[in-house]
């Protein structure tokens, strides 16, 4: 015979404060835990969003990123020439051969300055980056010293509205135009022409070079053929799979920090609930006599303390799961270790980031509640009436 489950929940109102500061404190692991993979799924989506999955990305070989970088003119027009580089409507290819630089401005509000990523690109870049969009003013001129600025740059930055001039390698550049770029690492990046950055920094090669295939399975036979040409030492990949690379440094950072914090704060949880249930236990000796004179098995008591521990873990993990929730109003900014230079997201939550984080809720009030309930569905039933 089971115990009702209207038992134990008439048994947690009663406790009104325990049962609320039990609640919260796994609410409160759970939000750590919840948003620590959030700020790692944020950040994972802002990188891989940055890279078209139809396009290729080639760097020097075993640079790691597009700043340290170079790609020589003569070897950009090699693949410029490959078969498998598609061509837009007017008949010219759709390669980008792009200048990536860091300068360095001052935040608005404290002065302090911080590396930008400035890219230079040609005039297919806007083609191959379809989800690119001016928000305000217009796009920059080729040829010009003309630059526009991303959407996330442009609030944090002094400098960085409309109309108003940067001066970065030994010249002004003007600001005619905010632009979005669907939430990806663009967002953090100021735009100008290649050519004239290159000239602005006294550069003889190209960082990397962005072009789009014919079709989605010629890459290994492009890259066969590159890596087959003595006068090529390229790395050539697809672009999404180049930014995800770019996440993996900092990704691993920061589930390992978040795990590690999470376990620790999770110990102090579950012992909280072990307390908590163990107070209940001592409190309730002569009704849980009283329970098992009337028929109830050890198992009915054991499981009905259980339900208990587990019910506190699921309040507090909905209560953290909602309180996460409201992390994705927050942007933060942050140094990208692969570039050393800004990068803006967002916390990200997700249909996993909800199960995972409820099935931790869950598993620890299991944890905390087991020993207190073996304890419970223990006791004598003769000493346990003794102490009505």
Not at 107 to 119: C, E, L
Not at 273 to 300: H, K, P
Not at 359 to 364: G, I, K, P, Q, S
Request: charged share 20%.
């Amino acid at each position: 015979m089971g115990i009702p489950l209207r038992y134990s929940l008439r048994n947690l109102r009663t406790r009104k404060l325990t049962t609320v500061l039990t609640s919260g404190g796994m609410a409160l692991v759970v939000f750590v835990f919840a948003a620590v993979q959030m700020l790692d799924t944020g950040l994972r989506a802002t990188l891989v969003a940055t890279g078209q999955p139809d396009n290729i990305l080639v760097t020097r070989r075993a640079a790691g990123t597009e700043i340290s970088s170079a790609v020589e003119r003569a070897q950009a027009a090699i693949i410029e020439a490959q078969p498998e580089i598609a061509s837009g409507e007017d008949g010219q290819r759709l390669v980008s051969k792009e200048t990536v630089v860091l300068i360095t401005l001052p935040k608005r509000g404290t002065g302090v300055a911080t590396n930008v990523t400035t890219r230079g690109i040609g005039p297919a870049g806007l083609e191959l980056r379809p989800q690119l969009r001016v928000l305000e003013g217009r796009m920059f001129r080729f040829g010009s010293s003309e630059i526009i600025v991303g959407q996330s740059l442009s609030r944090r930055f002094n400098g960085a509205s409309v109309g108003q001039r940067m001066r970065f390698g030994g010249r002004e550049w003007t600001v005619t135009g905010i632009f979005a770029a669907g939430g990806s690492a663009f967002d953090s990046e100021v735009w100008g022409d290649a050519d004239q950055l290159m000239q602005a920094f006294r550069r003889q090669a190209y960082s990397s070079v962005v072009a789009r295939l014919t079709e989605a399975g010629a890459l290994d036979t492009l890259a066969q053929r590159l890596e087959g040409d003595p006068r090529l030492t390229l790395d050539i990949k697809r672009e999404r799979e180049f930014f995800e690379e770019q996440s993996r440094l900092m990704s691993n950072f920061i589930s390992y920090l978040g795990m590690t914090l999470s376990v620790i704060f999770s110990v102090g949880a579950m012992i909280g609930a072990m307390i908590t249930m163990y107070s209940a236990v001592a409190n309730r000796v002569a009704e849980i006599g009283t329970l098992r004179a009337l028929g109830f098995r050890r198992a009915s008591v054991l499981w009905a303390f259980l339900f208990e521990s587990v019910l506190l873990g699921a309040v507090g993990g909905v209560v953290g799961i909602g309180l996460a929730s409201l992390m994705q109003l927050v942007q933060i900014s942050t140094l990208n270790w692969q570039s050393f230079s800004e990068l803006a997201f967002r916390f990200t939550l997700t249909p996993r980031i909800v199960f995972s984080s409820f099935a931790f809720a869950l598993l620890m009030g299991v944890l905390g509640g087991f020993l207190p309930a073996v304890r419970a569905a223990r006791l004598n039933i003769i000493d346990a009436l003794r102490a009505i």
